[in-house]
């Protein structure tokens, strides 16, 4: 138990030191257009350094699947946490989100609850959106008029798993190691 802890700990703290570099930006705008890259650029950088790892780690999966479209594929990992653009969250806040979610869950429900209203308490709010983003980046996304089945597949991030077709499925996969 206490060893998994550890291992979680250690993960988590990997991913959140994690930084872009000028191959990560350069990977961005080879398939992102102007407005989604200013999005993407607007996540916090161990974010952003999520999505580009997500993306490239889905990439490797697909490697062999013909009926796999690689370049929305990509897209899909760049853009699946967008709606956490909407509040800023330090690394600190967080883990600590993401220490109540784990240990505590119906705690992090009611946070959620509690930050439904967009004027609701910061507190409160970051907890909602952690647990909604994949509606409002799908939200975020038809604002700049982006590709229909993008929208629906970031929709269907905050959906149980059971709903997911093969690229949420892929995403799901490395979206959980990573
Ligand atoms: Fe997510
Ligand atoms: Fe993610």
């Not at 990560?24 to 102007?34: A, C, G, K, M, T």
């Not at 370049?71 to 600590?96: C, E, F, N, P, Y």
């Not at 119906?106 to 910061?122: I, M, Q």
């Amino acid at each position: 138990m206490l060893d998994r802890l550890l291992y979680r700990a250690k993960q988590f703290w990997f991913a959140m030191s994690a930084r872009m570099n000028e191959e990560n930006r350069s990977f961005v705008h080879q398939y992102l257009n102007i407005k989604e890259a200013a999005l993407f650029f607007s996540l916090p950088d161990y974010e952003q350094k999520h999505g580009v790892v997500v993306a490239k780690r889905m990439m490797r999966e697909a490697a062999d699947m013909k009926t796999i479209d690689k370049r929305k594929l990509v897209r899909l990992g760049l853009l699946h946490d967008i709606g956490k653009t909407a509040i800023r969250l330090t690394i600190l806040s967080k883990s600590l989100l993401v220490i109540i979610h784990r240990a505590i869950p119906p705690l992090y429900e009611l946070f959620a609850k509690l930050g439904k209203d967009e004027k609701s308490r910061k507190f409160f709010r970051r907890f909602y959106v952690h647990k909604h983003h994949g509606a409002i980046g799908a939200d975020i996304l038809k604002k700049i008029n982006e590709q229909s089945d993008i929208i629906n597949e970031v929709l269907s991030h905050d959906r149980p798993c059971t709903s997911h077709d093969m690229y949420m499925r892929l995403l799901d996969k490395v979206d959980s190691t990573y």
